[in-house]
């Protein structure tokens, strides 16, 4: 499957969606613990209110590593997730569920072909 594929099965796939969402969450939950010391619970609740850009300024990153992991992680949330999640939702507003399958444009491409074919035919 080419890049370009996956990527687009992400977005079209809630399930895939919620699990690359939340392994984003712990992952940057896990740097900030790392580089600032912290427990991950506390980290964690770091990276929900950051990545919701709630921010409260209770917890915030003191070292270089913390700030670059807090940039990565609102960056990701605002280039990336929120968009690929707005998207999803969009997506499942605006389908048209009584449009043809490509299957079926296919049968009918056929279909007129043999018409045309027979229309076309000399009359006895």
Partial sequence: MKKPERFVQLVNSPRLLTVFS???????????????????????????????TVGYGDSYPNTTGGRFVAVSLVLGMILFLIPMITASIASKLIVNRDAFTHEEQEEMKLMLKEINRKLAEPKE
């Fill in 22 to 52: 939340l392994a984003f969450l712990f992952v940057e939950s896990g740097l900030y613990a790392l580089f600032e010391k912290k427990n991950f619970f506390d980290s964690l609740w770091w990276a929900l209110i950051t990545a919701t």
